[in-house]
């Protein structure tokens, strides 16, 4: 899940729905079809994914396709009509980069010593860094923006040419006109661009919190890279603050240099006494093939077969970056993947066909912004004028409660779930959001109603290579799924129309 679509859904949490009443008494989920539904068969469709052998999934990486190929095939063990143009999968090209060696970086601070940063704990490349090995001095540019005509530019009077430049990862939460930075702005290709078109030759970048914000995380993995054109011999990292503040010279530098360019709402730019070492090998492909996975259940009624329920979530992760550094991507979202599989096998043994038809998606490419969505709603099952639903499972098996979102905007279904789940293990939160959220976005866009599923306090290992089977909480998982199904049947028997 990328972190600019989580900082808009948290926005949406801030309030609770518009009431809503459901029109009829739910339709029963099967006994037969909730037994399927256990911890040990969800973690261990979990713990499968998340290995090492799926190197991350990475879309349209071969660990990826491997992935892929194994959700068809648990397609196809149960029966459901193959959805894609190639049988289960539905291909489309993508922007793709791929580490061919493990990136590097040392640092030489001001009185000579020399740091060997560690892959994972001191630094990772983003995953859309171009290629080189580079050797340069440092400078620090602030928050990276150069934007001279809204009256701020951190590379104002400043020589970078043939430097590597060190800046901030987010934007300031502060704007020098009423229009608010371009989101595209904060992302790293664009803050890539923007260094590259000033003569820098790499860019480094720490997440320091704003003074009183939240805590710094760890250098994560990620794809999210912006719009642009791709810098391929152009490297880009993240690194740790720990890391940001040997290059600033003192511990706790960057924290408070960010401070005082928020006070003073202008730059700090400054050439660094500090040098840096930077070595990235990666393949870049402009059009690259990847593939949802799509299984169908036709439904049972006449009247009503044309009319679908998707159920989906994103199979994709961030990849691996050495032998030693892989983003199992356990809870994001294998979680959710295994929860599609383990609901199709609800379905499927539930002893009686639904009245609508269920398509079941494993999403590519969530992760670089959704493309795997848009593009199986671009290119549906059944006509998403016909579509009744769509529920996305992303991020559902780590923290303390369930949350059900797009409750503001599809109020009925979201009271639907609501119901069911008071009379059962009454584990959901009444915060919720409008809209879709993640690959649900596409669809909400459409005007198919959603419900998004996920868990409170789910994102503790979000990108991080420590989100890990053991890190989930099973029984929540269970009841999440539980109440998905039970849901996702009385909407395929009829609700929620």
């Known amino acids: 899940m990328s972190r600019i679509i989580i900082a808009v859904t948290a926005l949406g949490l801030l309030a609770g729905a518009a009431s809503a009443q459901p029109s009829a008494q739910p339709s029963a989920a099967p006994a037969e079809g909730l037994a399927v539904i256990t911890a040990e068969a969800l973690l261990a469709d979990v713990a499968h994914l998340a290995s090492p052998a799926y190197d991350g999934r990475?879309?349209?990486?071969?660990?990826?396709?491997?992935?892929?190929?194994?959700?068809?095939?648990?397609?196809?063990?149960?029966?459901?009509?193959?959805?894609?143009?190639?049988?289960?999968?539905?291909?489309?090209?993508?922007?793709?980069?791929?580490?061919?060696?493990?990136?590097?970086?040392?640092?030489?601070?001001?009185?000579?010593?020399?740091?060997e940063c560690r892959l994972g704990p001191d630094f990772a490349a983003r995953g859309f860094s171009g290629s080189g090995e580079i050797s340069a001095p440092v400078v620090f540019v602030g928050y990276g923006l150069s934007q001279p005509e809204r009256g701020y530019d951190d590379y104002a009077g400043l020589d970078v040419a043939g430097k590597i430049v060190l800046c901030f990862k987010p934007n300031p939460a502060w704007a020098p006109d009423s229009t608010g930075w371009d989101p595209g702005s904060q992302t790293p290709r664009v803050k890539s661009l923007a260094a590259r078109a000033h003569g820098a030759v790499a860019l480094l970048w720490f997440d320091v919190p704003a003074a009183g914000g939240r805590p710094a995380r760890a250098p994560i993995g990620s794809v999210l890279h912006g719009p642009g054109a791709q810098p391929e011999d152009f490297p880009q990292l993240e690194i740790s603050n720990a890391t940001a503040d040997r290059l600033l010279g003192a511990e706790g530098e960057g924290a408070r240099l960010r401070a005082l360019i928020d006070t003073e709402k202008k730059p700090r730019s400054a050439a660094l006494a500090a040098k840096a070492d930077v070595a990235v090998q990666a393949r870049y492909t402009a059009a690259h093939p990847t593939c949802n996975v799509v299984g169908v259940l036709r439904g049972s009624d006449p009247a009503r077969a044309e009319q679908a329920l998707v159920i989906g979530g994103h199979l994709d992760h961030v990849?691996?970056?050495?032998?030693?550094?892989y983003f199992p991507g356990a809870n994001d979202n294998a979680s959710g993947s295994a929860a599609v599989l383990r609901l199709a096998e609800a379905f499927t043994r539930a002893g009686t066909r639904p009245a609508r038809t269920v398509v079941f998606v494993l999403f590519a490419s969530e992760e670089s912004g959704l493309e795997g969505a848009?593009?199986?709603?671009?290119?549906?099952?059944?006509?998403?004028?016909?579509?009744?639903?769509?529920?996305?499972?992303?991020?559902?098996?780590?923290?303390?409660?369930i949350q059900v979102g797009s409750g503001k905007t599809s109020p009925e279904l979201w009271a639907r779930a609501r119901e069911l789940d008071a009379a059962g293990d009454a584990c959901l939160v009444a915060r919720t959001w409008g809209n879709g959220g993640a690959d649900a976005t596409p669809f909400h866009e459409a005007g198919v109603k959603t419900l998004y599923w996920v868990t409170t306090n789910s994102y503790p290992y979000l990108h991080d290579a420590g989100d890990k089977p053991e890190t989930l909480n099973a029984p929540l998982y269970e009841k999440l799924v539980r109440l998905c199904f039970r849901t996702a049947w009385d909407v395929a028997m009829g609700g929620g129309s």
């Open 58 to 115: 990475l879309s349209g990486s071969p660990g990826y396709v491997a992935a892929a190929r194994w959700g068809a095939e648990r397609f196809a063990a149960l029966g459901l009509e193959p959805g894609g143009e190639d049988g289960y999968l539905q291909w489309f090209d993508i922007e793709h980069n791929e580490f061919t060696a493990p990136p590097r970086l040392s640092l030489t601070a001001a009185d000579g010593v020399v740091t």
């Open 319 to 325: 990849g691996r970056q050495s032998s030693d550094l």
């Open 374 to 401: 848009k593009h199986h709603a671009a290119h549906p099952v059944l006509p998403l004028a016909n579509t009744a639903a769509m529920f996305n499972l992303d991020c559902v098996a780590c923290g303390d409660s």
